[in-house]
């Protein structure tokens, strides 16, 4: 009885630690040397304490000087002046951020260095970026035809250190070892980013492939 009893837990265990096969999931920080703090995991919890336990965590970052983000380079000569708009890369590397201001686009975009893009649903216009992410509070996308860099075109902004965070708007990015974590709180919508995935949270729910456009991988909708 008792072997059979440690065989059942130990397949229970196994099957806990499964996640769904092609769907982004968040992953947990791991330890560093900086000594930044986890992110919150939310798996077993209801979606509205989910949302604010993020919320809660980024706004519990250390500040950032946003005017130290107002500006982009290629890497070769001068950085352009973003005016309005903020940019920034993680430590990392791996995600690099934009706002669209001058533009009159509400929310960001993102190029995320995923281990595994998002696949292209077809054929498009330009080239297939399955790491583009654009958040704008109430949508959500990941992988985008871009015919051109688009808000990247004068390149990335600074390095944000992590568990440092930026206030932008109605937006709060917070970047930690396991991903940059934003939020809108007037939404009620978060997304986390890192190269395990992209995560959705609040109302943000999957729209099929008829409802999203043509140019996007996945989308995501309040």
Same mark, same amino acid.
């Given at each position: ?20 096969? $092609?769907? +982004?999931?968040?992953? !947990? ?13 939310? /798996? ?20 950032? %000087? #946003? ?6 380079? /290629? &890497? *070769? ?13 993680? !430590? ?13 686009? %509400?929310?960001?975009?993102? /190029? #995320? ?7 292209? !649903?077809? %054929? $498009?216009?330009?080239?297939?970026? &399955? *790491? ?14 871009? *015919? %051109?860099? *688009?808000?990247?075109?004068? $390149?990335?902004?600074?390095?944000? +250190? ?16 396991? &991903? ?10 978060? #997304? ?6 992209? #995560? !959705? ?22």
């Amino acid at each position: 009885m008792r072997i059979a009893a440690l065989a059942a837990l130990i397949l229970a265990l196994s099957a806990c630690t499964q996640s769904t096969s $092609g769907r +982004p999931q968040p992953s !947990p920080d791991q330890p560093s040397v900086t000594s930044v703090k986890p992110t919150p995991t939310a /798996t077993t919890s209801s979606p509205e304490s989910q949302l604010k336990d993020r919320i809660a965590w980024a706004q519990a970052g250390s500040a950032a %000087d #946003v005017s130290h983000y107002h500006s982009a380079s /290629t &890497g *070769g000569g001068s950085a352009a002046d973003l005016k309005s708009d903020i940019a920034f890369v993680s !430590p990392s590397g791996k995600i690099s951020c934009i706002t669209g201001t001058e533009y009159q686009i %509400d929310g960001f975009s993102c /190029t #995320v260095k995923l281990k595994n893009p998002i696949p292209k !649903p077809g %054929d $498009g216009f330009g080239n297939w970026d &399955g *790491g583009f992410v654009s958040y704008s509070g109430q949508h959500l996308s990941v992988g985008q035809f871009r *015919g %051109d860099p *688009g808000l990247f075109i004068h $390149g990335d902004g600074q390095t944000l +250190p992590y568990d440092s965070k930026l206030t932008f708007g109605n937006y709060v990015c917070r970047i930690a070892t396991s &991903g940059l974590t934003c939020v809108n709180p007037s939404t009620r919508t978060g #997304v986390q980013m890192s190269d395990d995935g992209v #995560v !959705p949270f609040g109302c943000l729910k999957e729209v099929s492939a008829a409802e999203r456009e043509v140019s996007v991988g996945r989308a995501f909708s309040c």
